[in-house]
Structures are given as structure tokens and as C-alpha cells.
């Protein structure tokens, strides 16, 4: 019997229900869920009962008693799950997530911070504010009894595995957590838990702080639309199949309507065969066209960054920059903003042909950042790999628009 197999008994004992479908590891994608029998649409493919959910209920007594009041649900799991030892209620569970080596060369988060810098502008807007959240929730763990003494608080390096038992404990847990132990469990919490509201926790809980864990289902890989729908009630969770599957199909869900660089920062991957959430911010393309008393009245009327292209369309705030460029004056301007009008067809045309130098240019700096990841060493190979996936999948995305104004 494999880790898998062992999964599913454990996991039907707490009275998950699995219907045709079974984890297998996938290449690239981990572990999965996939189709052991013909499925239609609409079948019920998991529940997961409430009784069996990791929740801020279930992280034991002597954890919550050592962190504050108001620790974040975030940061109590993943102290509840890095204190978490072999002979934990939840061992069968714990064995299937991914080692500690696969999330920590996965998420950006983890990566020596040199490569930061290599990360498209949203990707790096995200990392900076899930590095604040990780900062503060660390902060409040590294100063509970919880932690470990001696542990490296503020290097990103990552050691080997540790729960380190030691004598001076002053909770019963007999083990303390370091930096990279919590980083761990951190980053495994953040990939893996699902949105889950009850009366008691809407009444007491903020949003972001209604989040839980839950077997089998946690295996589920994501995919951009026609997904399985995940729901759920008092009693628990339920996935429904979305469309038919044969035997061998993968499961998947949709986490959200994310594009790439989010998928790359929360959760380590990026989408290869296509996504159709995906997005390439244009700023470094349009910023520096600006002057200073241009940028200045943008951010008067609220029309300063956050450009975007997609596949079939570049955002209304980039056009309303780029007529700015074109316009005679900033009169003129004003006047096609309060009006809401584009200009007409020949102010469009000069927009059009504007963007399309702007975005030349700007093909440029992708190649230049490719070029760059392919002479650098620092980090692991498939850390730039996939920094280099996506700076060729933002310059695709940049040429179907040039294409497509063909002017
Ligand atoms: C909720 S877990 C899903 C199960 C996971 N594959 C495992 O091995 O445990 C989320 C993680 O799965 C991986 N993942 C999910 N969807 C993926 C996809 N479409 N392609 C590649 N990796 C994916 C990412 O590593 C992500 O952080």
C-alpha cells in the first residue's frame, strides 16, 4: 500500500467519501486527482464532512494558548502544522503534502531574494505583500514560547527539516519551530487551504481568516474554466464533476480567476498551455513615456499605472494615458475624459500607432530580461526556468496585440 492508498483508507474512516476518482502523482503537477471510472457530469466526485477539516478550531490548546489573541487563522495552522510530529493524528495527511524541498524551490517567497528582482511588476507587487503577511505572522511566533532560541529569524536560507525538542520548553509541546520550519508550513497552508464560512466563523472571523484545510480535496490541481465546482454547507464540502471525464482524465478546480503572475507567487506555478485569465501589466511600457506634469494630472483624475493588455483587449486606463500623449492639450483631454469619448477615428489611430512603438520597446526589455536569466546563476535552474516562462509568455502576449493593431 502506497502513501496514496493509505490516504484514501484513513481519509474514508473520518467519512470522506471518494466516487471514481483517486490521487495520482502527476508529472510536473505534483499529486492529483483523476478519473478511475467513466464520469458524467454533475456526479459527485468528493465530500469531505466538517468533522475531518483542519480549522482554527482543531489547532490544539497548547498552540493557540502560546500565540496571542488575535493571531491570524494563517498563522495558527501553520503553527499547528510545523509543530505537528510523526505520531500526529494527522500523519497519514501530512505524508502526502509536498516536501519541503519542492515548496521552498517553488514559491518565490522562499527563493533567494536576488531573484526577486527578475519577477514581472504585479508578480513582485504580490510577493511584497505576502512577505508582509508572512513578516508579521513569523513576528508573532518568534516571539512565543513556540520558537525555537537559537533559530535563524531572519535568513531565507532553508535547512534541513527540523522539529527541535528541547528541554527549556515553557509549553507542552516539547518541540519549538525555527524560521525555515515555519516558512514551510507557512507556504503549505497558503497553497492549500480552501475558503470556508460558518455562522460562528462569519460572526467572529475576518474574511481572509476563514480558511481550512481539508483532505483529499487538497490535491486537487488547478485549471483556468470548465472546472469542478467546489461547495459547501454546515455538513462539509462537495466537488461535482463539471463535464464528463474518461478513466485517466485529471480533476481539476479553479482557484480563481488568476493570471499568471499571481498563480506564480501564491501558489509556484504558471499555466503553459494557455490561460485565459492572464494579463501583462504595461506600466514599464507607458510610465516612462510620461512627463512629470502628465503623470501628475493622471493621478489627479485616478488614471495613474495599473496598464493592462490581455489577449483581445488593452485596458480603457491605458488608452485614456496614451490619448494624454497624443492629445493636442491637456484641454482637449480633460474634455474627452469628463465626456467619456475616445477622440474619434483619427485621435484612435494615433493611439494605436503610439502603443505599438511603446510596446516595441518594451519587447525589448522582456528579451533583455530573458537574456539576463540566461546568464544568471544565482538560485536554482528551475527558478529561472519558470522566470523565463513567464517573461516569454508576457512577450507573446505583447506580439498577439501588435499583431492585432497591425498598424
Ligand atoms: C492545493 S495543491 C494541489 C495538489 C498538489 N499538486 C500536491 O502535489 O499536493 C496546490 C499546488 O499544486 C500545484 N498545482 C496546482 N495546479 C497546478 C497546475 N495546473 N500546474 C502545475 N502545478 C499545479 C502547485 O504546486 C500548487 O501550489
Same mark, same amino acid.
Given at each position: 500500500?502506497d ?22 502523482? *502527476?508529472? &510536473?503537477r ?10 458524467? #457530469? ?8 466538517t468533522s475531518?477539516?483542519r ?5 490544539r ?13 494563517h ?18 495527511w ?30 513582485l ?7 508582509a503577511? @508572512?513578516?508579521?505572522? !513569523?513576528?508573532?511566533v518568534?516571539q512565543?514560547?513556540?520558537?525555537a ?5 531572519s ?24 524560521r525555515?520550519?515555519y516558512?514551510? #508550513? ?7 487551504t480552501?475558503?470556508h464560512?460558518?455562522?460562528?466563523t ?5 474574511r ?5 484545510l481539508?483532505?483529499?480535496a487538497?490535491?486537487?490541481n ?5 472546472e469542478?465546482?467546489?461547495a ?6 462537495t466537488?461535482?464533476?463539471a463535464?464528463?471525464?474518461a478513466? &485517466? ?12 503572475d499571481?498563480l506564480?507567487?501564491?501558489?509556484? @506555478?504558471?499555466?503553459? &498551455?494557455?490561460?485565459? !485569465? ?45 490619448? *494624454?500623449?497624443?492629445?493636442v492639450?491637456?484641454?482637449? !483631454?480633460?474634455? *474627452? ?6 477622440g ?58 501588435i ?5
Amino acid at each position: 500500500m502506497d502513501i496514496y492508498d493509505e490516504l484514501v483508507l484513513w481519509a474514508q474512516n473520518q467519512g470522506v467519501e471518494l466516487h471514481g476518482v483517486a490521487p495520482r502523482e *502527476l508529472p &510536473g503537477r505534483g499529486v492529483g486527482i483523476v478519473a478511475m471510472k467513466h464520469i458524467k #457530469a454533475g456526479d459527485l466526485l468528493l465530500q469531505i464532512p466538517t468533522s475531518v477539516l483542519r480549522t482554527i478550531d482543531t489547532v490544539r490548546p497548547e498552540v493557540k494558548q502560546s500565540l496571542p489573541k488575535d493571531t491570524k487563522v494563517h498563522a495558527l495552522l501553520a503553527a499547528d502544522l510545523a509543530l505537528d510530529s510523526s505520531t500526529s493524528k494527522y500523519s497519514i495527511w501530512n505524508a502526502v503534502v509536498p516536501a519541503r524541498e519542492s515548496i521552498t524551490a517553488s514559491l518565490p517567497l522562499a527563493w533567494d531574494t536576488r531573484l526577486h528582482s527578475y519577477l514581472p511588476k504585479p508578480a513582485l507587487a504580490l510577493l511584497r505583500k505576502q512577505q508582509a503577511k @508572512f513578516n508579521r505572522d !513569523w513576528a508573532v511566533v518568534q516571539q512565543s514560547p513556540l520558537a525555537a532560541a537559537a533559530a535563524g529569524s531572519s535568513s531565507s536560507a532553508v535547512t534541513t527539516p527540523t522539529i527541535t525538542t528541547t528541554a527549556a520548553d515553557t509549553h507542552p509541546l516539547a518541540a519549538t519551530i525555527n524560521r525555515q520550519d515555519y516558512l514551510y #508550513a507557512w507556504l503549505l497552508v497558503n497553497t492549500r487551504t480552501f475558503y470556508h464560512e460558518t455562522r460562528q466563523t462569519a460572526a467572529r472571523l475576518a474574511r481572509d481568516d476563514r480558511m481550512v484545510l481539508q483532505p483529499v480535496a487538497d490535491l486537487l490541481n488547478h485549471a483556468d474554466a470548465g472546472e469542478c465546482a467546489v461547495a459547501f454547507d454546515a455538513g462539509g464540502f462537495t466537488v461535482a464533476a463539471a463535464r464528463d471525464y474518461a478513466p &485517466g482524465d485529471e480533476i481539476h478546480i479553479c482557484y480563481g480567476k488568476h493570471h499568471n503572475d499571481l498563480l506564480l507567487v501564491e501558489y509556484g @506555478f504558471v499555466l503553459t &498551455g494557455g490561460n485565459r !485569465w492572464d494579463e501583462v501589466c504595461l506600466d514599464d511600457a507607458v510610465l516612462p513615456a510620461l512627463s512629470a506634469a502628465q503623470r501628475a494630472l493622471l493621478d489627479e483624475r485616478g488614471f495613474l499605472g495599473n496598464y493592462v493588455l490581455d489577449a483581445g483587449t488593452v485596458c480603457y486606463r491605458t488608452h485614456v494615458a496614451l490619448r *494624454l500623449l497624443c492629445c493636442v492639450s491637456a484641454g482637449e !483631454w480633460e474634455r *474627452l475624459v469628463n465626456d467619456g469619448e475616445d477622440g474619434g477615428e483619427a485621435l484612435q489611430e494615433e493611439v494605436d500607432r503610439l502603443l505599438v512603438r511603446l510596446l516595441r520597446r518594451f519587447r525589448g526589455t522582456v528579451e533583455g530580461k530573458i537574456r539576463e536569466l540566461e546568464a544568471l546563476e544565482v538560485g536554482l535552474p528551475s527558478q529561472r526556468e519558470i522566470l523565463c516562462t513567464r517573461w516569454q509568455q508576457i512577450g507573446r502576449l505583447v506580439d498577439q496585440t501588435i499583431e492585432r493593431l497591425d498598424v
